[in-house]
């Protein structure tokens, strides 16, 4: 375990390297372009950013615990970070050095409460895996064990020692850069930190909860066991704890090794089809999903390797087994009504539909200005809507960077919120993605959606009489209410109350009229410094006043608008 001194210089590394970052972020973006350098900033911003993720990855590598996966959390926000930072962190993987198998040992014995050797036959203490949490060991269960349980090869996962205390500092200088940033209007407009890094923390204590990850496991197991391309590991529950967890050896073959799966039979574009569907119906079907689908985490397993030997008539040749169940999420029953919206608008490339079914899940806050992005997802679905991953390869590369230039600020400038579990959901999704482009280049996602948009259109065609029902009630109080609505208009309109409300006109009024305040400061800071520098050879006290007081002007010239931007304090 580290000691209080190795805690407390790690908390300062982390808040060290942050505060370094976001003051230059703060330089370059903020108090720059107002000072008319906004063309200096920009020259340098993609070679800044680039060493700032490279600085942050080797930070991560270095440090482990939590760190690895802020990264890999961070390398999947395309929409908030540039490209830059997460294509520069999208290879942060979760490896680290093995923990000496001593200390494994200890830990493990002190859990169980008897030595290795006596309860398990065999166990190896060269570690399968080894992450920033906690690592693998193959093993063999005790005879009498594996009598009960009926089998006898495992794996043993156990804690890093002293990872809770590591993982309890990391979280406590998370929460206090979010503060931070919390307090920059531009960061707070679009995310809610301190809520976003609960959620973070929420599933990091999970993840090193052992008996946590047990009781996910075996609830996912009564989910998918109509599944038949679905299988689960077996948990040995009298050799797990907290900070031990010992399982069925389901160990296949993974679930990207396209040559194995051919050596063995099996189709990688089938595969990918199948890890899509069953992605699907975890999210938006069931609302308890794998949220670290990654290839570590997927063996595709050969009926005949299956526990018992072959497979029953009828059954699939072979099946999806997951594996590490520490990183769950749910989608609650509004959640995903929400989601399956979305699907249903991306499955019929509905760019308006696609924006409202958004804003219906409650990623877009209500004031959100929308027209903007509605146009530019009517447009990606236009050109580049039906395409596989291949297809979309093939494309100029200049195009994506056009439409990104076009509208990237676009959704970058967009009030985001985060429900609960939602970046689960995206980093499940997007992992998916990566699984299934892997498998097959040629996989066209839309054919994976549309056959499942489609049923969950089908499965709601049953509420849609109740829903004509409720829009005709609605459609007839408008009516109803109509006359009246267009006489008090006229009303208003003979007196000269009517109101035009142009939100973006506004800001655009609004930031000129700051403008021309810091122009007016500017000036005058020009000339109480040059009346300072002419004065001062004839009258030291007068001319040292004026300079003096030319700093006033200067200041407001340089950092007004900046407290705008800047929330609560």
Not at 324 to 342: I, S, Y
Not at 520 to 537: K, M, Y
Request: charge should be negative; glycine fraction near 8%.
């Amino acid at each position: 375990m580290p000691d209080a001194g190795t805690s407390r210089a790690r908390y300062r590394r982390i808040l060290r390297f942050a505060s370094i970052y976001i003051a230059q972020a703060w330089w370059y973006e903020l108090v720059l372009p107002r000072i008319g350098l906004a063309g200096l900033a920009a020259r340098g911003r993609a070679r800044r950013l680039t060493r700032i993720a490279q600085r942050f990855h080797v930070l991560a590598v270095d440090l482990g615990g939590l760190m690895i996966k802020v990264g890999q959390f961070l390398s999947s926000r395309l929409d908030i970070l540039p490209p830059e930072i997460t294509s520069e962190l999208a290879g942060l993987q979760d490896e680290v050095p093995a923990v000496p198998f001593p200390a494994i040992r200890a830990l493990a014995e002190a859990e169980l409460g008897a030595p290795l050797d006596r309860v398990f036959a065999w166990f190896d203490e060269v570690p399968v895996a080894a992450a920033s949490l906690g690592q693998a060991h193959r093993a063999r269960l005790a005879e009498e064990d594996a009598a009960v349980v009926g089998f006898d090869a495992v794996v043993v996962k156990v804690q890093r020692p002293g990872i809770q205390a590591i993982v309890d500092v990391d979280l406590a200088a998370l929460r206090r850069v979010a503060g931070w940033l919390s307090r920059v209007r531009i960061v707070s407009d679009h995310v809610n930190l301190p809520i976003l890094v609960q959620e973070f923390a929420e599933t990091s204590l999970a993840e090193i909860d052992y008996l946590q990850e047990a009781a996910n496991a075996e609830r996912f197991a009564d989910d998918v066991a109509d599944d038949a391309r679905v299988d689960v590991p077996d948990i040995v529950w009298e050799r797990t704890t907290r900070r031990v967890l010992t399982l069925s050896d389901v160990t296949a073959i993974k679930v990207n090794d396209v040559e194995a799966l051919r050596a063995a039979g099996i189709d990688p574009s089938a595969v990918a089809a199948a890890f899509a569907q069953a992605m699907f119906e975890q999210l938006f079907g069931r609302g308890f999903f794998h949220a670290d689908p990654h290839p570590g985490n997927i063996f595709v397993t050969p009926a005949a390797a299956a526990p018992g030997g072959g497979a029953d008539a009828g059954a699939p040749p072979w099946r999806l087994t997951f594996i590490d169940f520490g990183m769950m999420g749910q989608v609650p029953d509004g959640l995903r009504d929400g989601l399956r919206r979305l699907l249903i608008a991306v499955a019929s490339r509905d760019g308006t539909g696609l924006v409202a079914a958004i804003r219906d899940v409650g990623v877009l806050l209500p004031s959100a200005e929308t027209t903007e992005l509605e146009r530019a997802m009517t447009q990606l679905f236009a050109r580049f809507g039906g395409m596989g991953f291949a297809q979309l390869r093939d494309v100029d590369p200049n195009e994506f960077r056009q439409f990104g230039e076009q509208f990237g600020e676009v959704v970058r400038s967009l009030p985001f919120q985060l429900p609960e579990n939602f970046l689960l959901v995206i980093r499940a999704m997007s992992l998916t993605s990566g699984v299934c482009s892997a498998l097959d280049p040629e996989f066209n996602i839309w054919d994976a959606v549309e056959p499942y948009a489609g049923r969950l259109m089908r499965e709601q065609s049953g509420n849609l009489v109740q829903d004509l029902a409720q829009r005709a009630v609605s459609i007839a109080g408008l009516a109803l209410g109509m006359p009246q609505r267009v006489d008090a208009l006229a009303t208003r309109v003979e007196e000269g109350r009517v109101a035009v409300t142009t939100p973006a006109l506004d800001r655009r009024l609004a930031r000129l009229e700051r403008t021309g305040r810091r122009i007016v400061s500017a000036v005058l800071f020009a000339a109480l410094f040059v009346g300072g520098i002419l004065v001062l050879p004839a009258n030291g006290v007068i001319g040292t006043v004026l300079l003096i007081a030319s700093a006033l002007p200067l200041l407001h010239a340089l950092f007004a608008g900046i407290a705008g931007r800047r929330g609560p304090g």
